[in-house]
């Protein structure tokens, strides 16, 4: 039987769950803000236990590749190749946008509209892709500024759902009446599980030693200006 662990850690919340064949057996969600480096390790000893597994008993390891929050995504991903190369199993990585889109899909009954899942990247940039409803690329993930005219070209033809933690400042910009927001979708990790079970089917695995966190974007320590 294929028991994996799932990892969330790609935003402000964290999550791990615990699936069987895709079936979730335990689930743990904390919604602090960097709450990953100190409760990663306290929810997932959680979920071990109540779900009855030791760690012999894992197939496999699905983490959130990204992007997302740089410290959160080192933490996700360090804790699931270190689990990993300890147990010798695969490593299964999951696009945090893709995840997004998958379960924003499920809120929709629109087949002709498209999704764009959205991640918060600070001032009035996000990171962001576009899919249609069978999860077609029609945007390549990319970090956009956002302003009144982002996504028009869409718009002025079809509902596009937007979802994610950074569609929700683009409430009050966006105004055409096609643009749709889904509140409350968040990365979690129950749906990374069952997709992750789907990857793992398919033996589509990370090189564990070579994986890295897909950031987008550099992350830049900035020096304190002197007077």
Known sequence: MTRLLSLETSTSICSAAIHQEGKVLAWREIREPRSAASQLAVIVDAIMKESATEPAMLSGIVVTSGPGSYTGLRIGVATAKGICVALNIPLIAISTLDLLAIQGKTMIADTNALLCPMLDARRMEVYCKVVDFNLNEIEATQAKIIDAN????????????????????????????????????????????????????????????????????????????TV
Not at 177 to 200: C, H, R
Request: proline share 7%.
């Open 150 to 225: 982002s996504f028009s070209n869409y718009l002025e033809s079809t509902p596009v759902y937007f979802m994610g933690e950074g569609a929700t400042k683009c409430r009050t910009i966006f105004t055409h009446p096609n643009a749709k927001f889904l509140d409350e979708v968040t990365p979690d990790s129950v749906q990374l599980g069952e997709i992750g079970f789907q990857k793992w089917l398919q033996h589509n695995f990370e090189d564990i030693v070579t994986f890295e966190p897909y950031y987008l974007k550099d992350f830049l320590i900035r020096k304190p200006t």
